[in-house]
């Protein structure tokens, strides 16, 4: 890999205020608010700190993940001070761009945010390019909870069958999404370039423009170059259909989660049943008919498409870094990512890769997760991880 300008990753980040909930003081919450089960109604808008909680809860309760706009900037900050929280980088881009960097493979994140911390976090051999005009802070909230967590108050009784992470947003500069004059510039040396974070956006006006505008930068990328969308939860979830309508005929490569996937089809979907996934596969495929399209869960990662194969290397990267990251966090070594390389895949998923490749042929290639057990584990950034660990692998193999 040359230099930082071979890949491009945007478009926008921001600062993470990262906690861990604890029962004591959530349930203490709950008690200051008076909150019963059956005010457990996911709220259409989080417009004060009791919407937040009443939605964590809820999924707590199924062990759900989830992204949602906050209409009360101090309904954050309240909730955030009753914990201990650590400001980390965020955003799809930003986190896919360090661990990549870990690994060797600098790149220029497209910002629409900067400040002090960020200018500090960042990875020295990283550039960036800022469409905004002055320094900005818009924290967002990143609650994370283990299974187990068990939360018993007045007539309560919840417990997390799963570990996840809840992202809640009010962010002006990330609702904007400006782009600099010069991304088409930058594109035009690009061999790799990420395209994330529309779904922070709530102009429908605004994000039509902001497409436009994209498009016209996306004519300078290099023919050769790969183009990976990296999906997300939509605070305006009608706007999806928008970007998918205006940019699937210049993506190579389309990833989303389990969460993504099954909130498009309408219904849960069975990840180990090999007949349920394949038939998911196919509605989903034909909704979002990509060369590509990768699909990354707890249980296993895959590709779908006519050259699935060639994307098996950059599906393990991304499957060993996000389960690096579950297990240490930000704080791994060489000798850790060595250790869990040789670790044992999970035996349901194992059997499951097989069975959906007897189903589907060599249109799919699926890697199954590993076996862990891990009692505090990272669940925020994971499926950032896996992106920036799929890139590194394709960045690698475009620079040969």
Known sequence: MADASCVVLGLGGCVDYELKLTADVLEQV???????????????????ERDLVVSILG???????????????????????????????????????????????PSTLHLVS???????????DSEYISSGAEDTFYPHLIVQYDRGLRIRTGDLDITAPFPNRLIYVNDPANGAMLLTADLGDRLGKAEVFLISGFNAMRSAAELDRRLAELRAH???????????FEDAAYHEPAFSRRVRDALLDRIDVYGLNEDELQAYLGHPVDLLSAPAVADALTAVHALIPVPALVLHTKYWALVLGSRAA????????GTLMAATRYCHGDDFTDEDVDRLRRQPRRPESV???????????????????????????????LGDTFVGGFLTAVARRESR
């Open 218 to 228: 996306m004519r300078q990328l290099p023919p050769a170059a790969v183009t990976y």
């Open 114 to 124: 900067v400040n002090d911390t960020v200018r500090r976090l960042l990875p020295p």
């Open 310 to 317: 060639a994307y098996a290397d950059a599906l393990d990267t």
């Open 30 to 48: 709950v008690a200051e608010h008076g909150i019963t089960a059956a005010d457990l109604t996911p709220p259409a808008v989080v417009t004060s």
């Open 351 to 381: 059997a499951f890769a097989a069975e959906l490749s007897r189903r589907m042929g060599d249109v799919v290639h699926c890697v199954p997760g590993f076996a862990l057990d891990v009692g505090n584990p990272t669940t925020v950034g």
């Open 59 to 105: 999924y707590v309760a199924r062990g759900g993940g989830g992204e949602h706009y906050v209409a009360s900037a101090p309904a954050l900050e309240s909730f955030a001070a009753r914990f201990p929280y650590r400001p980390a980088l965020g955003g799809t881009s930003v986190r896919a761009g360090i661990l990549m960097s870990r690994l060797g493979v």
